[in-house]
Nanobody, 118 residues
Framework: QAQVTESGGGMVQAGDSLRLSCAAS????????MGWFRQAPGKEREMVAT???????DYADSVKGRFTVSRDSAKTTMYLQMNNLKPEDTANYYC????????????YGQGTQVTVSS
C-alpha cells in the first residue's frame, strides 16, 4: 500500500510562488506516473500536472507556463513549483499515483491547502 504526504501549501497573495512536495513510500521506483490534482469548494477535482517515471510532464492548460512538476532522482518525492499564483488556483492540492499505464490515478493523502488572495 502506497502512502503519500503532501506539504508546502499556504496562504499567499496573487503573483506569489509556492512549492508543494509529495513524499511517497512503497514501490516508488515502479510507479508509472505521479500527479498533482486539485479540488476547489463546489468544484470537481481536476488534474494540474503529471510526470511519468521517465520524467515526461503534462500540464493543465490553466497552469502551463506558471507551474513546473518534477521528481527527485530517487523518485520518492514529487514537487510542484507554482509561480505567479492567481486566486483561481485556490484549492486543496492532492498527490496521486498511477501504478501502471493500465491503472487510474489513486489518492492516498489528505492534500495541502493553497489559498491565493487578490
Amino acid at each position: 500500500q502506497a502512502q503519500v504526504t503532501e506539504s508546502g501549501g499556504g496562504m499567499v497573495q496573487a503573483g506569489d510562488s509556492l512549492r508543494l512536495s509529495c513524499a511517497a513510500s512503497g514501490r516508488t521506483l515502479s510507479y508509472y506516473a505521479m500527479g498533482w490534482f486539485r479540488q476547489a469548494p463546489g468544484k470537481e477535482r481536476e488534474m494540474v500536472a503529471t510526470i511519468t517515471s521517465n520524467g515526461s510532464p503534462d500540464y493543465a492548460d490553466s497552469v502551463k507556463g506558471r507551474f513546473t512538476v518534477s521528481r527527485d532522482s530517487a523518485k520518492t518525492t514529487m514537487y510542484l513549483q507554482m509561480n505567479n499564483l492567481k486566486p483561481e488556483d485556490t484549492a486543496n492540492y492532492y498527490c496521486a499515483i498511477r501504478g501502471s499505464p493500465f491503472d487510474i490515478y489513486k489518492f492516498y493523502g489528505q492534500g495541502t491547502q493553497v489559498t491565493v488572495s487578490s
